[in-house]
């Protein structure tokens, strides 16, 4: 069980890594205009990255072959996380650019 959840484990910490930094960016004012789409498509992400994970609560422990199906079925919802981690990245550093722009 431990290797499955190896890479959503690093998604999910960076996802969370991502939201600590902009709440704390937020209260300092350094970025004051954080689009409500970054938090929905981080939201998505950790939706996506822990729900394929969750499965395996539910996987019977004595078939073997049902892990050899579950990593194939997890990597959709895994790749749509990564995905949506991505895009809220690159939408946060957009807000970060024209928050620079602004200041000049």
Known sequence: MVVIE????????A??????FTVAFLRVNIIENVKT???SFVAL???????????LYWLPTDIPAAYFVLRHFKTIPYIYSIGFFLVGLLMLLENIA??????E
């Open 15 to 20: 996802t969370f890594g991502i939201i600590v």
């Open 37 to 39: 789409e970054f938090f």
């Open 45 to 55: 992400s950790l939706i996506f990255s822990v729900g394929g994970v969750l499965v």
């Open 98 to 103: 024209q928050a620079e722009r602004q200041e």
């Open 6 to 13: 190896r890479n959503n484990a690093q998604l999910i910490t």
